[in-house]
């Protein structure tokens, strides 16, 4: 059986629900100096996976890794030269509060042709944030040969655009920026899961 993925981060409500305690138990913690935590710039605490492994084995707390065989792991692909727009897309996966409370994320950045050429083929990402506008890349091209590789031909593409992206890019959902985290987070959900042929 292939090994479960953990996130790196965690939100409150999702390091209680791995930690099999309530939301303001975790905050209570961090308050405390218990947990290492930090805020994001929209004021919401993140947990590092290590730092929440080192207070639960510490504290003889079992983790409940991917408990419910409904969960799973997205891996997703953010292709853009805004770190602040990155940012924005990280904190709106990261906070899972909502529905989608049950799908975790496995995320790698790029912001370059080289580094997204490369982490697409390693990752084969089921949800590929582009930034149509990137600098030195041709949208139709990349978006091409995402469509031609049997690792991501299924791949579902978001472009991020802003007012001088031209029309007609053959994506399967365009976000206008600013972005905002319940547009970013209907973007990615819901997703057929997507197996692999080995």
């Known amino acids: 059986m292939a090994e ?22 975790i905050i209570r913690w ?8 930090y805020k994001t710039p929209g004021g919401h605490r993140r947990i590092m996976r290590q730092d929440l492994e080192i207070f639960c084995h510490s504290a003889g707390i079992p983790l409940e890794w991917e408990t ?13 030269d805004d770190p602040d727009e990155v940012t924005n897309i990280l904190d709106a996966l990261v906070d899972a509060d909502g529905a989608e409370s049950t799908m975790s994320f496995q995320v790698e950045t790029a912001d370059n042709a080289f580094d997204a050429g490369r982490l697409l083929m390693s990752s084969s990402p089921e949800v590929i ?3 149509l506008d990137l600098p030195g890349v041709n949208a139709h091209s990349i978006i ?21 992206t031209p029309q ?7 976000l ?9 987070r209907q973007a990615t959900g819901p997703m057929p899961v997507i197996k692999l042929p080995r």
Do not use: Y
């Open 68 to 80: 419910n065989e409904n969960e799973g792991v997205q891996r997703v692909l953010i292709i853009d």
């Open 30 to 37: 961090i308050t405390e100096g218990r947990i290492k935590a």
């Open 129 to 131: 944030f582009l930034d």
């Open 4 to 25: 479960k993925k953990i996130p790196d981060v965690f939100s409150t409500h999702s390091a209680a629900k791995f930690c099999r305690v309530t939301p303001m138990t």
């Open 144 to 164: 091409s040969s995402i469509r031609s590789e049997s690792s991501t031909s299924a791949s579902r593409i978001v472009g991020l655009r802003s007012e001088r």
């Open 176 to 184: 206008s920026r600013p972005l905002g985290k319940q547009a970013v």
């Open 168 to 174: 007609g890019i053959p994506v399967d959902r365009e």
